[in-house]
């Protein structure tokens, strides 16, 4: 029965979960961690040490890795060889750590039943890919999309996206039928500020990467915080 289940076993003997997550954090892992708590059955993926998605039964995301960290034991295995490419959790691994220790003490205290409100919830923010996820999280960019070569968005089927991404296919193709006239040969990042917007394009070797940035920006200061968070230490 679950309820008999006190404690956490698994390949890291004498770790909680949490303690293996804030380990695996440490260490950049990049895999799975799959854990069982009676019947109930989750998994939570990383990527270079972050968590980038959870899953719970057809529950996916915050909620799920936020319900598995309030299950008090089970069994956990580590995966290194499975990975992810869904993408449905843009925070930091130790901001859900303590989002969820703040939900599990809230309910401890009874400050909110199974109806009521569990306090300033995490704004949920729509599937994308890991590093659009990371890049909004700069102040003067608006939206950023990472698109294959095609001009088709990953992990994001928003309108928002959709419309960046054929911006982004523009501007590509744009600035190296430019650069080829000029003998430059293709164009690795280009730039076009409007009155509305300002838009950047990088291009790597399989995808573009799309940034809408708010006009009123620096774009020698974004371009800046932008190289950091894609090339951190840099």
């Known amino acids: 029965m679950a309820d008999t289940i006190t404690g956490f076993q698994g390949a890291v003997a004498g770790l909680s979960l949490t303690d293996v997550?804030?380990?695996?954090?440490?260490?950049r892992y990049t895999g799975c961690i799959t854990v069982e708590y009676g019947e109930q059955k989750g998994a939570i993926y990383f990527a270079d040490g972050e968590i980038i998605h959870a899953e719970l039964g057809e529950e996916t995301g915050e909620e799920a890795i936020y319900r598995i960290i309030k299950w008090p034991g089970g069994i956990f295995n580590i995966h290194p060889e499975i990975t992810s490419n869904v993408c449905t959790i843009h925070y930091r691994t130790?901001?859900?750590?303590?989002?969820?220790?703040?939900?599990?003490?809230?309910?401890?205290a009874g400050t909110f039943g199974p109806g009521g409100a569990a306090g300033p919830a995490v704004t949920p923010r729509r599937t994308m890919s890991k590093i659009a996820a990371r890049l909004q999280d700069i102040e003067a960019?608006?939206?950023?999309?990472?698109?294959?070569?095609?001009?088709?968005?990953?992990?994001?089927?928003?309108?928002?996206?959709?419309?960046?991404?054929?911006?982004?296919?523009?501007?590509a193709t744009t600035g190296n039928r430019i650069g080829n006239l000029m003998?430059?040969?293709?164009?690795?990042?280009?730039?076009?500020?409007?009155?509305?917007?300002?838009?950047?394009?990088?291009?790597?070797?399989?995808?573009?990467?799309?940034?809408?940035?708010?006009?009123?920006?620096?774009?020698?200061?974004?371009?800046?915080?932008?190289?950091?968070?894609l090339i951190p230490g840099k």
Do not use: C, W
């Open 21 to 27: 997550i804030q380990l695996k954090g440490h260490n």
């Open 94 to 108: 130790d901001y859900v750590l303590l989002e969820a220790l703040r939900r599990m003490d809230e309910e401890t």
């Open 183 to 229: 003998g430059l040969g293709e164009i690795k990042a280009s730039a076009v500020q409007t009155k509305n917007y300002h838009l950047l394009m990088y291009d790597s070797k399989q995808h573009y990467l799309s940034i809408a940035v708010k006009p009123e920006s620096n774009l020698d200061s974004v371009e800046r915080e932008i190289r950091a968070v």
């Open 141 to 171: 960019v608006t939206y950023a999309v990472l698109l294959d070569k095609k001009g088709s968005p990953l992990q994001d089927n928003s309108i928002e996206a959709v419309a960046l991404a054929a911006k982004g296919l523009f501007l």
